[in-house]
Each structure stands twice: as C-alpha cells, then as structure tokens.
C-alpha cells in the first residue's frame, strides 16, 4: 500500500488506464475470472479479434492473476478494482515468496524481509504497474525453493518435485517471459548442483517429479496447444533485430523512478535513454558486496529446515546458494543486453521458446533477484559480525532498502466511466460488435484496448482488438472498416463479418461527426437504439 500510495484511497476509480497495456491487461484477468466460471474450458478464447481463436493467447496469458480475482469479480468488482486488487496481491505474494526462500536459505528472518522487500518492489516493479504479469512473479522463488532442495540428496523431498511443478505451472500460466526466466533458473541450478542431482536417495526425486509432472500438465497442456496453434498460424519468433531493438542498454541499469535518487535519475532518462529500468538500489549493491566478502554461517540444517547452521564458512564459494545466486546475477545481466553479446544467439536459438522473446532486458529480473538474495546473505554476514546489534542491523537494512526504492506518490488518472449504451448493450441478443471508429494504423490500434475494457460489461464477440499480436484478419478488416461510414465497402465488410451491433463514438469524429451519423441513418442498414452523449448504439436492420 505504501509504495503504491494512493491506491488503496481510491482502488476503485485509480488507475493507470492512460497506459494501454494497463487496460489490455485489465481486460484479460477480467476476462480470465469471467470465462473460469462461466466456461473454463473457453478461458483462452478471449471476445477479441472475432473470429480468431485463443486470443489471449496473444499476450501474456494471465491466468493466474485471473484465477485469484474470481471472488473479486464475483462480488461485483469493475475491471478497475479487479486489477487494483491483483496488483496489491502480486507484489504482497512476491514479497512473500522471496521471503521464504531467503528464510529457508539463510536461516534469518530479518535479512529474508530484506530480500523479500528487494525482490517485490524494486527499480523494475515498480515502473511495472501496467504489466500485471511483472508483478504476480512469485513462481520464480518458489521454483528456487524446489529445485534447489531437489539438488541436494540431504535435503530432497517428494513435495519438492510437486512443488516445482506447480512453481512452473503458476509461471508459465502468468506469462511467457515468467516461463522463459524459469527455464533459465532452472538450468543455472542444474549447473550449480552439477553431479549432486544423480545422487541417491532417488525416490523422493521419482515420486516428486511425477507428482510436479501432473501438476504441471493438467493446466499446461491446453495452453500449450493453443501456442502451438498460433505458432503454426501466425508464427511466433521474434527477429533478433526486434530484440535487438528492445534490450538493455548500460542507461538501464542506471534507470530508477526512486524520489531519492530523483536528481540523477531524471537525467539519465532524458539524455541516456535507458531501455528500461533496472536499477538495483545502492543499499541492495552494498549488501550483495557484504555477503561476497564477509565469513557467513553455512546455512541450513542437514535436513532443509529453516534453522541455521552456525559454524563459519571461509569462503563463499563453497555455498552453492551463493553460487545460484551469483549465477542469475550474471545470466541476468548478459541475457538482458540482448544479440549485443554472442551468447544471447546462442540462447536464442537453443533454448525452447527464447525466439518467442521480444524484450531482452526483462532478463534484468534474473539480475534483480539474484541481488536480493546476496543482499539476504550480506545482512546475514553483518548480523552474524555483530550479534548484539543484530536486530537493528536487519530493521536498518529493511528500512534503507524500502526507503531507497519508494517512488510515492504515484501519478495515477481517474478510470474514465463507461457509457451507458453498454448497458443497453448487455440487455440485447447475443450478437457480433464492432466499435468505432475502428483503428486502423499501428499507432493508433492501442486504442481499441478501451473498447475491450467496456466490452467487459456484455462480454460479447468483438471485431476490434489490441494485444501484443494482431492478426493479418485484424489488419485486411481494418483497412476497410477504417473508412466507416464514409464508404459503401465498409457496410459490406460489417455484414462479410456478421456484426450485428455498431458502437459509433461521434467525438473521434470532429467535424465530420453529423457527416458520419447521417450516413449511418441514410443506408437503412443499422437503426440506432441507444444514445448516450456522443456515444450512439446501432444494430442491424433484418
């Protein structure tokens, strides 16, 4: 509540809406809660792009984020709320599970505050806001707690392999980049642990990993399908000139919206022009340093619980925590600049999916979390350097490290409030809508992302559509429907496509407004029932 304060004054009418991804990613988790209880199996058949298929599949899927605002929606929550609420819970999960996973790994709850604190609301989070899937990131933790017990023989347990399935499961049904950072993860781990992975007892690493597998398969499967179909489809690899395009750059890693770093930050984002923002925080730096040059404990007990072993290790090496978390610093940091370095071609071409990738620098989450897990094990270090001033040693550092990332107040627009024609709209027959005007170049289709808002209210079939995939049928529909009313094809194209209804919004109009409503009403094709302000609904004359 703090870091995004003034959210929770005002979670129904606050929002971010003036960014479209916001509204494309509101639309979904709505549309996810709604189609979970009304037809699970039609929960990737988003009412966009009609009649594409598995539309949500176009865009980060969300599911998750969905699954957990079903009682929202179901209390009669707007969209707005919805994805007010899942953003509180995100970052609260987040926070959570990073926390664990440092408490199990460093035996301290202070420094796990920390890293949870680090991992939940840092440079990249927190200019996330739009991106519900950024901040529903609780998977990764989760899966590091699996794997890495899973590596160990000493501590390996069944619930460990379910637990790194339903950890992949939970990423991969949030989002495609999640997916992608878990297999990375997953393969730093496996090179950290090496040979310790073929190690007996084997029947916990069986009866775990058949037990993750269905966990895994159930919910991934028909996701799975429908990316194949839209692989085959429409094609899904990115160009490395398009990721190219969209990596870190060294600005990036200088980029913070943080109040207290305000001055310099601001000319880093005005004349160095950071591909995103991927700031760790001074403190998180520190701490990390801490950890890789101050004698710790050797961490947890022979049997994985969270209490620590006290004996002092001399050298950090020897800890294959540390090495893991080393690892995604360094993988992180190499992947998030993209083709600029040979390895990323590598990646891209070996590793299952990574050609789906489009942002490079979201590898910076890699490069994040493992900081924020150094930084548990450098408050662990100074706490253990000076056990009587260990309590306010961690509480100094949990204060430092939320100070230092505080962005607050948060410049949010009030949630424009829909026409009443959708209402009207609700109440009619099922049928086919089209809004309009309907945007045609690709600037300007973001903008159908407020029609799908709006469509959230009746739920029907709609022509118009933004994700981070338009189809070829979205583009050939819209280089006729752009010229509605003004042109005898863009009627014919309406009844090609079944509409049965027309939402015509005069103000985008200008001065052609009474032009484009005369025409509307001279073709005797569409007769108008409702009216609102500028807003007029038509449906077609049988």
């Not at 001074?282 to 004996?311: C, E």
């Amino acid at each position: 509540m703090v870091h995004t304060w003034p959210l929770a004054s005002a979670p129904a009418t606050l929002s971010r809406n003036d960014n479209k991804d916001t509204v494309l990613n509101a639309w979904a988790i709505s549309w996810v809660a709604h189609a979970l209880v009304t037809a699970p199996s039609q929960v990737l058949a988003g009412n966009i792009f009609h009649p594409e298929r598995n539309t949500i599949a176009f865009s980060d899927p969300v599911i998750v984020p969905g699954a957990l605002s079903v009682p929202v929606r179901a209390a009669g929550a707007g969209p707005v709320l919805t994805y007010n609420l899942s953003l509180l819970v995100g970052y609260a999960l987040s926070a959570w599970a990073m926390w664990w996973l440092a408490w199990r790994w460093t035996g301290h709850f202070g420094a796990a505050l920390v890293a949870g604190s680090l991992f939940a609301f840092n440079a990249h989070s927190l200019v996330s806001m739009g991106h519900i899937q950024a901040i529903h990131a609780y998977g990764l933790p989760l899966l590091l707690v699996a794997l890495d017990a899973l590596g160990n023989p000493r501590t390996r347990r069944w619930w460990h392999g379910a637990l790194a399935g339903l950890a992949t499961a939970l990423l991969a049904l949030t989002s495609g980049y999640l997916a992608i950072f878990g297999i990375v993860t997953g393969l730093v781990v496996l090179v950290v642990h090496g040979r310790s992975w073929v190690r007996t007892p084997w029947q916990p690493l069986v009866a775990g990993a058949l037990v993750g597998g269905v966990l895994l398969a159930l919910p991934l499967v028909p996701v799975m399908r429908a990316y194949r179909d839209m692989r085959a489809t429409h094609g899904f690899e990115r160009s490395l000139d398009l990721v190219a395009a969209m990596s870190a750059n060294g600005p990036a890693y200088l980029a913070t919206p943080a109040r207290v770093h305000e001055g310099w930050a601001r000319a880093v984002y005005q004349t160095r022009e950071p591909r995103d923002s991927l700031f760790p925080g001074a403190v998180a730096v520190l701490l990390a340093l801490a950890a890789l040059a101050l004698p710790r404990s050797s961490g947890t007990t022979s049997d994985g619980d969270r209490t620590p072993d006290r004996r002092p290790v001399s050298g950090t090496w020897r800890d294959p925590r540390v090495r893991i978390a080393l690892g995604l610093v360094v993988v992180g940091l190499v992947l998030s600049f993209g083709p600029a370095t040979p390895f990323y071609r590598a990646f891209y071409h070996l590793v299952p999916f990574a050609s789906g990738v489009r942002a490079a620098s979201r590898f910076g989450v890699l490069f994040l979390t493992g900081v924020a897990l150094l930084s548990a094990y450098g408050v662990t270090a100074l706490c253990r350097r000076w056990p009587g001033a260990a309590p306010l040693t961690a509480g100094l550092a949990l204060i430092a490290v939320n100070a230092e990332a505080f962005r607050g107040p948060v410049p949010y627009v009030p949630a424009a409030q829909p026409s009443s024609v959708y209402a009207t709209l609700a109440g009619r027959p099922y049928g086919v809508v089209a809004e309009m005007p309907f945007w045609w170049r690709g600037i300007d289709v973001p903008r159908n992302a407020n029609y799908m808002l709006a469509s959230t209210l009746h739920w029907k079939p709609l022509l118009n559509g933004y994700s981070g995939f338009t189809p070829q049928s979205y583009r050939r529909r819209a280089d006729i429907l752009w010229y509605f009313p003004f042109r005898t094809a863009s009627f014919d194209e309406l009844d090609r496509a079944g509409a049965r209804y027309v939402v015509l919004h005069l103000e985008e109009y200008g001065s052609q407004r009474r032009d484009a409503r005369d025409l509307i009403e001279a073709s005797a094709r569409w007769r108008a029932i409702a009216r609102d302000d500028d807003t007029v609904l038509y449906e077609r004359v049988r």
